[in-house]
């Protein structure tokens, strides 16, 4: 069993920067892959990035690539994501998962799920 309890959101303008982090409880915590989704109001939920447990493979949705980055600390049982040049299109309630695998964690549907923060980028 995985816990997860996400933080960093809150309101920044266009082109700010947000670090998301998340703290994750439970045993072996090492051996999952991580990962971060977003809904935005009246959306899908989407994937935005995850990682492997290694800390070095990661993958990234089209939107954020080249402004996210996803790191982990083993150590810590940390995963953040660091969001740089945020857009309006960004804001949404951005949540950290976890499953075994990085396909599981990109499918839409791994089994381990934070409450979720909100992300509010204004124009």
């Known amino acids: 069993q995985v816990q997860l309890v996400e933080s960093g959101g809150g309101l920044v303008q266009a082109g700010g920067s947000l670090r998301l982090s998340c703290a994750a409880s439970?045993?072996?915590?090492?051996?999952?892959?991580m990962g971060w989704f977003r809904q935005a109001p009246g959306k899908e939920r989407e994937f935005v990035a995850t990682?492997?447990?290694?800390?070095?493979?990661?993958s990234y949705a089209d939107p954020v690539k080249g402004r996210f980055t996803i790191s982990r600390d083993n150590a810590k049982n940390t995963v953040d994501l660091q969001m740089n040049s945020l857009k309006p299109e960004d804001t949404a309630v951005y949540y950290c998962?976890?499953?075994?695998?990085?396909?599981?964690?990109?499918?839409?549907?791994?089994?381990?799920w934070g409450q979720g923060t909100q992300v509010t980028v204004s124009s």
């Open positions: 998962v976890a499953g075994r695998t990085r396909a599981i964690v990109s499918s839409g549907d791994p089994p381990y």
């Open positions: 990682i492997k447990w290694n800390g070095v493979d990661t």
């Open positions: 439970g045993r072996s915590f090492y051996n999952y892959a």
